[in-house]
Structures are given as C-alpha cells and as structure tokens.
C-alpha cells in the first residue's frame, strides 16, 4: 500500500478503513453469533457476566466501532504515507537487518506498546480531562466483541500512536508491526471484550490479562478506580498497585466455588432476541 498509494494519504487512509470495516464486523459477528446468538448452558457457565447485553446496547457498540475505524486508521494510514515520504526508519523485507532483529524488534514492539496502552489507559481513569474522553467506552459495562473500538476519537488515535512513534524512533519491519496491530493486538482485544473466560488461562494466571481482568474493568474501574487497564501483561498493574483484590474475585471460577451459575439460575436469565439487529427499522429507531 505504501508502495502503490502512499503518496496520497486519503486514498491510503479510505482502503485501511475499508479493509478494517470488513474484517471487524466478519471477526466480532462470527464470535458475537457463536457465544451470543447461538446461547447454551454449557457456554453461559464460562460468561463473566450472567446477563446478557440489551440488543440496543449492542447496536450502540456497533455503532461507535463504526465510528471509530476512521479514526483507528488514521495513524495506520500517516505511518504507510511517511515511509512514502521516506520519513520514517520503517523497511521491509529480511534481508537488511536479519531474522535475530526481527525477532526482538518484535519484542520491543510488543512490551513498548503494552506499556504505552496500560498507561494511557491508567491516565484516562486518573486525568479528569482524559476520564471525560474515556468514561463512554464504560457505557459497555457488559461488552461483547463490538466493543473492542466502541470508544472516543482521541483514544482511538492515541491507542494507534505507536505505529507511527517506533518506526520514527528504531528500524523495524513495517509488515511485522502492521500484522502485530491488525491480528495480534486487535484479535486480543477481541478476547477480552468476548465476555467469556477460558479454563486455561484463567483469571488467577499470575502473568496475564485475561477475558475476565478486562470485563472487571468494564464493570468496577471508574474515575480514580485504574482496575486492571493492562492490555496483555499483569506486571503493570501489579507494579501501580491497580489489581483487583483476590478475595474479591467473581470470575466464572470463583462463582462455581461459590454454588452460583446453576441450571435454574439460567433458565431465568433473560436472553435478548438479537435478531432485530438484522432490521433496518431497528437501526434507524432502536426503541
């Protein structure tokens, strides 16, 4: 793309939306089918919350994702228009640098760009100003998938800063940090607004951020309240003293120890009819 049509930025800008429109709305459909549409016992035993989301609540995620996939895209599409412009310390191929840089770029990457998210994320609930930009994203106090980018203008951009800053900064690989952002980054973001926990690894993984850490965010974090705002990694949490007490834990887990999540309690769990997404009239006029 930087290639063929990085010297016009809003041509390169409306193909990245583009290709993100198509793939978050087949990725977040297909999982939002699968564990939302496609209810069963067996699959509600592993969903954080025991309620499901409105319809109307889902079609508001979905609305603001659709929202902010120009503004996702914008340092995406800066990134692949400088390196048209040769501004950048971005390359591709292997050969310039080897297989051994690319592997710890990928590191450097991966560990700078966590931390950058989690600190972002830890100012957006400790900053007045920034918790006035973040606090409509905890409108989804119950996520599912299409919520991964349901969140304001600023802190989408901010959130994709670092695909411009590090080829600014280092030599890195630019198909190398475009896949770590478009699969690695967004597919995580995936998981955690998924709503569901796996067994393994569970929300007591003493390293990582699971489905669970991320939906506890959702449903305690508020302003002055940094619950868990780690993307992958614990350690930054653990570090600022932001971890959701132990004892206090709910996830799925902890509520079978507790005698919860019984077939009864199920049967009387409301399971909202998902298809009026599908109605046009329902878009226009969601009561």
């Known amino acids: ?79 692949l228009y400088l390196m048209g412009k040769q501004k950048l310390k971005g390359y591709c191929g292997i050969d310039e640098y080897g297989w051994k840089y690319l592997i710890v770029s990928f590191f450097i990457a991966w560990i700078s760009t966590d931390f950058f998210e989690f600190f972002y994320h830890r100012m957006g609930h400790t900053i007045d100003i920034l918790w006035k930009v973040h606090k409509s994203h905890h409108q989804f106090y119950n996520p599912t998938p299409f919520a991964v980018i349901a969140e304001d203008y600023v802190d989408q951009i901010v959130g994709a800063l670092p695909l411009v800053f590090i080829p600014a900064l280092i030599p890195i690989n630019m198909d190398l940090l475009f896949f770590q952002f478009a699969f690695f980054f967004y597919g995580y973001g995936v998981y955690l607004h998924w709503g569901h926990e796996f067994s393994y690894p569970d929300a007591h993984h003493p390293a990582i951020n699971t489905s669970f850490q991320h939906y506890l965010h959702h449903a305690v974090s508020t302003r002055n309240k940094p619950y868990h705002t780690g993307f992958f990694f614990k350690i930054w949490d653990q570090l600022f003293g932001s971890i959701y007490p132990n004892e206090k834990c709910f996830c799925v887990k902890c509520q079978h120890a507790q005698g919860y999540r019984t077939r009864e309690h199920y049967d009387n769990v409301e399971k909202p009819d998902y298809r009026v997404l599908l109605q046009w009239r329902f878009w226009i006029n969601s009561k």
């Open 1 to 79: 793309m930087s290639f063929w049509f990085g010297n016009n930025f809003l041509l390169t800008w409306f193909t990245l939306s583009v290709i993100a429109f198509v793939v978050l709305m087949l990725l977040s459909s297909a999982i939002f089918y699968y564990s939302y549409v496609r209810i069963t016992y067996e699959k509600w035993l592993k969903k954080s919350n025991p309620k499901y989301p409105s319809a109307s609540l889902v079609r508001l995620e979905i609305i603001l994702m659709v929202k902010g996939i120009l503004a996702g895209t914008f340092c995406p599409a800066l990134a």
